[in-house]
């Protein structure tokens, strides 16, 4: 689904241009280049994960349940082979991110850069749980590798509950089908209307099951054969997007719907399965495929390119500003060893426990 990949590589070039406007000193001193344009994305630029939560849920189903029904013979295994998929990359890039941070936190010594981690610490991020145990994280972005595993495993056992279903006499076999459908449809609703007003909950899959729901959502509706129930669904759709925001209105949940419906129209139109698109997409295509490896790494190079900056000492304002493009494209070259060197190989678990071993060496080596 080439579309798909376009729509994340803007999604993910927003999201690290909205970390380098953030963080350092280098969007301080470019700041009067260009005010409106860097306070959009210092202030608006997180938006674009809703984008990806989006198209997350969307593959979720159709790699579970295409049809409404699961297709998943060991529903533990996926689990695990989910897990490993996602911790493989993850752990390499923490692992690189703990190593850089020890390296500049006497130069930078700000509020940016991790503090030394702990051993409980290292271990709770190895198992997606720091937010939960209530750590620090030890990168930016890192919640959401948490987030989107714990979204899976809720999709996932949704999924599987008609499964028990079955093994209840009364449960007629027809109603399989919705089963599952009416299950997410539910958590969605709960997760728009009360679970996503809720920060507190922001550590939780509940807080973003309306976003990767609606994708879930969009993917069944376009599996309809009849324009007039595609259209119908899609009306209903909006409408509950629509709702959730008249009770509170939030520019994510904007952002998630809008994001949901311009793929629901783009799968009606047969636009994500182009095999080919105008030249001047193929460059997002690309960044959209390595996304993930971009979103993990581009911390630390982030971290390092601030430090090399401060060592020029007073500098003009074009200098900051350069040295933002800079870390924009050392940051996907980067991107491209982890996604050749990690992401793209098949996951094991010798690889996560040799990644895993890694990451906590780093932090002992660290460690004061």
Not at 77 to 100: D, H
Not at 276 to 295: H, N, T, V
Not at 300 to 321: E, F, I, K, R, S
């Amino acid at each position: 689904m080439p579309l798909l990949d376009v729509a994340k590589g803007l999604a993910c070039a927003v999201i690290v241009g909205h970390h380098l406007s953030r963080y350092g000193s280098m969007p301080v001193g470019a700041f009067p280049l260009a005010p409106d344009f860097l306070g959009w994305l210092a202030d608006d630029g997180r938006l674009a994960v809703q984008v990806f939560l989006v198209i997350a849920g969307f593959l979720a189903a159709a790699s579970l349940a295409p049809d409404g029904v699961l297709r998943v013979d060991r529903p533990f295994a996926r689990i695990f082979q989910r897990y490993g998929r996602l911790v493989m990359p993850y752990l390499a890039a923490l692992t690189v991110c703990v190593l850089v941070a020890a390296l500049v936190r006497p130069s930078l010594g700000s509020d940016d850069v991790p503090a030394s981690p702990s051993i409980g610490q290292l271990l709770a991020h190895g198992l997606l749980l720091q937010d939960l145990l209530g750590y620090e994280a030890l990168s930016t972005g890192v919640w959401y590798v948490a987030i989107d595993f714990q979204l899976f495993v809720l999709a996932l056992s949704l999924m599987a509950l008609p499964a028990l279903w079955r093994r209840t006499p009364a449960a007629p076999a027809s109603r399989e089908r919705w089963v599952p459908v009416a299950l997410v449809l539910g958590v969605v609703l709960a997760s728009l209307a009360l679970f996503n007003r809720n920060a507190d909950l922001d550590a939780t899959a509940f807080y973003f099951f309306g976003a990767y729901g609606l994708g879930m959502l969009v993917f069944w509706i376009g599996r309809a054969t009849r324009t007039s129930t595609w259209q119908s669904a899609i009306v209903l759709l909006a409408l509950t997007g629509a709702g959730a925001l008249a009770i509170d209105w939030r520019s994510r949940i904007a952002t998630a719907l809008v994001s949901a419906l311009l793929i629901a129209i783009a799968q009606r139109q047969d636009w994500l399965s182009m095999a080919r698109w105008p030249d001047a997409a193929q460059p997002l295509q690309r960044l959209g495929r390595i996304s993930y490896s971009l979103f993990l790494i581009h911390f630390p190079v982030l971290l390092a390119a601030n430090a090399a900056v401060g060592l020029l000492g007073p500098h003009a304002a074009w200098v900051d500003a350069l040295g933002m493009a800079l870390t924009f494209g050392l940051s996907v070259a980067a991107a491209l060893l982890l996604y050749r060197g990690v992401e793209a190989r098949p996951a094991s678990w010798r690889a996560v426990a040799i990644l895993f071993a890694a990451l906590l060496v780093s932090g002992l080596l660290v460690s004061p």
